[in-house]
């Protein structure tokens, strides 16, 4: 059971297995973690289901992001131990000017207080860890991501954080663009619809990423 | 009915409505058309069942492609008789330095013939109108179309081709985060597998795109 | 007389003459006034020579600077006036992580104290002027520059500040590769290297931009 | 006596000195060749003076191409040796819709020849080494070279070719912002007019590059 499959149906897998989609790019020599947009913002006070935590920041995706913290936070600990590289990606602080097109699709997203973004204790940055603030869904978009992991020697990314279907997605996908081996720790992703969740899971499975649970990524580190 | 209405569920949409996702972007006051891989490499030879098709090109969509193409055809007519810049995205032919990830995902899509490269003839470009190859996912990326969107003095784009989770999505994102307003026809775009396309078409109608049957996009560019 | 007609020869001028390099862009419809690391790091707290300003900041150009900003003055008043927008790209302050090559090459440049990252008060932003922090010499390098220039639909660009032979020329080069019509004002960008300042405005001025005195940009502006 | 001597004053170097520019980034663990428009359209058919050259195609360089050509040659022979990567930055054939600002800037370049695309007999690729098709100054700007070099696991590039104060400044200076280890050998790389060719040479060996001998760059190499 992978968590699509009661959205996929077999027929459509079925495409994709006799094309031969959804080979494996493995985790690299020296990937680098890539935390993406764990904020309070996105992940409530507390955990408490999303139709309550949209009360506290209309962005918040409730339990699912609690979670997914929970894998983040043994990811974060390996990466750590082994001295890795550790990027926190983050929703800068909206000016006005940077309304655009998100202001028209996603109004919500510009009210936010300044407590919703500041990022989740139980995983927040220490001293040396890269912060990359963002103003696009994707890390590498008008960022200087892409130097960084040319100047840490990264091969590889392992990508956590939300959504799955706005910031880690489009994220991934550039980061497949630029060659570098991309993984996602499927419970270590979080979204605000369970149906997109699964879906972008099972796109990016197929065609930019190495999707996986994060227990198996951790084995694969601690082999390295 | 949305194309996604039996997938994504009634909850969900639910929570995207109540926090105030899918703001309308509009159409703008120049749009440019992208046509996004409508190649026989995507297409095949002529409409048929996508199992049948992939026998002829592995990254064939089947008659999904066809559909589409029928409302590309509008679209395009009257792009052109607008005089509104139109854009040939499409998939340069592969060269063994351009394996990397793209060969280890999706290593079909390295051996395809010279055949699968060629415009679909009943949409294929004339004279004036911009080409760009392009070597991953996005449009955008490495390549200079951000140069010819300055340069046309293009506010907008509207979004064509296929795959709807795979190029298309990822160029609609591109758009969005350069600001420019995005338009995807949902029946003007195609996948091999029905439900990325759906949930793809939710995600990019919630978050990046105005999503909407090429009938309506039609009527707006009629009123420019 | 030029700036350069010192040290390009009549002979060198001769060549790109014959060969009619040096055409015009023009201000364009809707300039965007871009002032360039204009802070206390590179103008020093008052003017004076640079064998002394490089005393308090390492990165100092000196009097260079001062006149400099005197013309940059009337520029963004300019602006400001026309509801045009103002734009401050300024080098953010470095983080251990960002010496990467800037590190070797321009060590001095990673040891700046924090006034000396403060704006030049006698040009410092207003409300709702784009703050752009940058960490490569152009300012389009991983910033959301680009997408700034679309939501505001900029068509072209006067560049200011500092340095003519860094910062300036690099983010010349993007603007005029991104298809924006450029302009530098030769007496609103400064350096620390007259000779380099210089050939780089010749440079400039033959493939990139519009070079000429504020006065002359002061007259087109009013023009539009 | 370094190639600005003549041009840059004792002062204007002691400023650098004093401040601590110019430091050496080295040449890197793997270390790809960058050969930039290297194409008749620069050298001419045969060497010549660049006043006669120019007659030919009016983009010709002359005899600093051939000079540089030889060096060229040398460096190439060494990186096939090693198998180091090799990577051919070239001008594609301009369109109608490529002038944008170009054709007004630098309008001689819009109609040149196809034999002028033609890569330079003595130094043409061979197969498997990467060609970078490109449509504006810097060979990082619009193209996939980025992703190449992830790829290829690339740490330091080593640029030729031409223009010293075009696209080998341009891609020089984008290659040090993405944290590439930059070198420039100072008699490969070759430009119409030799002040600007010695004025960037000082700009890139003071901030962006180490500029030396084609000759202490294969001692480098002989030494990996």
């Known amino acids: 059971m992978r968590p699509w499959s009661k959205i996929v149906s077999e027929d459509e897998e079925g495409i994709y297995k006799t ?5 494996a790019s493995g985790l690299g020599r020296r990937p680098a973690l890539v935390i993406i947009d764990v904020q309070y ?6 955990p408490m289901p999303i139709s ?11 339990q699912a992001a609690w979670d997914a913290i929970a894998q983040i936070k043994l990811l974060l600990a390996e990466f750590r131990r ?3 590289p550790v990027i926190y990606a983050y929703v800068a602080k909206k000016e006005t000017y940077d309304a655009g097109r998100l202001g028209e699709k996603m109004p919500a997203l510009m009210g936010i207080s300044d407590r ?5 204790k139980e995983i927040e940055p220490i001293a040396g860890e890269i912060l990359l603030p963002k103003r696009h869904p994707s890390a590498f978009f008008g960022t200087p991501l892409a130097s960084y992991l040319v100047d840490q020697r990264a091969d590889s990314l392992v990508m956590t954080g939300c959504t799955t279907s706005g910031c880690v997605r489009a994220s991934t996908v550039d980061g497949f663009a630029y060659n570098y081996r991309m993984t996602v720790p499927e419970d270590a992703v979080y979204d605000r619809i369970p149906t997109s969740h699964a879906v972008n899971l099972f796109d990016m499975a197929s065609k930019f990423a190495d999707v996986k649970p994060t227990k198996l990524v951790l084995e694969s580190l601690a082999a390295l």
């Open 52 to 62: 309550e935590a949209i009360k506290q920041f209309p962005s918040a995706c409730g």
């Open 116 to 120: 919703g973004y500041e990022f989740v």
């Open 41 to 46: 913002r996105t992940a409530g006070e507390t």
């Open 82 to 84: 082994k001295k890795l």
């Open 19 to 23: 094309i031969g989609f959804g080979g």
